[in-house]
């Protein structure tokens, strides 16, 4: 069971990047799927969430309106997509999957080793 994280990058403020996770040995079908981010000297917090099985989402109020997610169960792959970024954005970012999203990561039991977003002003 693996969950891989990719599309970080360097990238200048208002500018805009994709994430990508992507699940090996297991499906999303049934799983909550939630995107995580740790700053330099900071908690994770949580950003996002979707359910795969209805695909309702979520946001944290930091990136409501910029920030959207989806799915593609074919590809077995959630996306990130990352619009308006801020110096404030810069972290390792994370995906998880689980039952239930809270922005604690309480829920989830796989977790990928992340992917580096800095965004510069």
């Known amino acids: 069971v693996q969950l891989v994280e990719s599309g970080g990058g360097l990238v200048q403020a208002g500018g805009s990047l994709r994430l990508s996770c992507a699940a090996f040995?297991?499906?999303?079908?049934?799983?909550?799927i939630g995107w995580f981010r740790q700053a330099p000297g900071k908690e994770r917090e949580g950003v996002s969430s979707?359910?795969?099985?209805?695909?309702?989402?979520y946001y944290e109020d930091s990136v409501k309106g910029r920030f959207t997610i989806s799915s593609d169960n074919a590809k077995n792959t959630v996306y990130l997509q990352m619009n308006s970024l801020k110096p404030e954005d810069t972290a390792v970012y994370y995906c998880?999957?689980?039952?239930?999203?809270?922005?604690?990561?309480?829920?989830?039991?796989?977790w990928g080793k992340g992917t580096l977003v800095t965004v510069s002003s």
């Open positions: 979707i359910s795969s099985s209805d695909g309702s989402t």
């Open positions: 998880a999957a689980g039952e239930f999203y809270t922005d604690y990561g309480e829920g989830m039991n796989y």
């Open positions: 040995g297991f499906t999303f079908d049934d799983f909550t």
